[in-house]
């Protein structure tokens, strides 16, 4: 099956245009040569032991400068600063952040993560949340489609396979902008076929990437997962809990997974989060109460 591919305009772009030398001055004049324009020109200048020296080289153009151990801030900064431009032109107002395990297979198809037997029939059960994780974003991209114009609510996902997958899938099944925010890994680097193009992201800093997850997140929808889906989780929850980011939806879906690998009662008996902590979570089982409960929370 071939994916949906749609582009944030709606067309196909003229890739000669994206390669114009647009000025700093928006009204035409600038009296500065780009950095683009010397870079290109650089390129085929004469070929001399003098221009084939590393230090001749551009600094925004030399890899090997940028990838130094000492220029980390200026790598970190660039990863935080792209993705936010290019959400930015694309118009991207809030998102619904979709996690959950990438091991978890679509319904039908087999568990290729199990190691062992009861792997494979607990992933197999699991399929459920594929379909329900499809289910909601699908359901979450109508919305924006129908009363904000697909910039509002709109899923973003880890880009990967599993529970990612059928975030973006969903969205794609209503021919919805969907965003990726994908890791450098040793496995699952690939964004998943669902995805934006346009949207698709990569990263080489976790806590970069984090920080673009909820920047513009509106809700937090949960599903079964293991120690990156566990990760997010909290990361959003002790922001929330210390105030450290507004209150937002945080869906745990699938109750009985999540009552049975966290006990977040036990918790509050030790005294180790406040007995209100326990209201930072909701639990749901269905995509529509997920919705639900998005839908009570902003009062829509």
């Known amino acids: 099956m071939k994916a949906p591919r749609r582009s944030i305009d709606g067309h196909a772009g003229d890739e000669a245009d994206t390669m114009t030398d647009t000025p700093r001055n928006q009204n035409g004049w600038d009296p500065f040569p780009s950095s683009r324009r010397d870079k290109e020109e650089t390129a085929v200048q004469l070929d001399t032991p003098q221009t084939r020296s590393p230090t001749y080289e551009l600094a925004y153009a030399d890899d090997d400068f940028l990838t130094r151990e000492e220029t980390r801030g200026i790598r970190l900064q660039l990863e935080l600063m792209k993705p936010e431009l290019a959400l930015n032109e694309a118009g991207i107002l809030s998102t619904v952040v979709l996690f959950g395990g990438a091991r978890i297979p679509e319904p039908g198809t087999e568990a290729w993560a199990a190691r062992n037997e009861t792997q494979r029939r607990n992933l197999e059960a699991n399929s459920k949340f594929y379909e329900e994780a499809r289910r909601f974003a699908t359901i979450a991209s109508q919305h924006s489609a129908d009363s904000h114009g697909g910039k509002e609510y709109v899923i973003v996902t880890g880009g990967g396979p599993g529970v990612m997958e059928a975030g973006n899938r969903g ?8 965003i990726s925010l994908n890791i450098t890994l040793p496995h699952e680097q690939a964004p998943n076929r669902f995805a934006t193009p ?3 992201f990569n990263f080489h800093y976790f806590a970069v990437r984090k920080m673009h997850f909820l920047l513009r997140a509106k809700a937090m929808a949960i599903f079964p997962g293991g120690f990156g889906t566990m990760d997010e989780l909290f990361e959003a929850l002790t922001l929330i809990q210390t105030r450290r980011m507004q209150r937002i939806p945080v869906l745990l879906f699938g109750e009985s997974f999540w009552r049975r690998v966290i ?6 008996e030790e005294g180790t989060i406040a007995p209100e902590d326990l209201d930072l979570v909701t639990y ?4 529509e109460d997920g919705w639900a409960a998005i839908r009570k929370f902003y009062d829509f």
Not at 263 to 268: H, N
Not at 284 to 287: N, P
């Open 284 to 287: 749901v089982d269905t995509a």
């Open 198 to 200: 346009e949207l698709c």
């Open 171 to 178: 969205a794609a099944d209503v021919d919805a902008l969907s």
């Open 263 to 268: 006990d977040l009662e036990a918790l509050a």
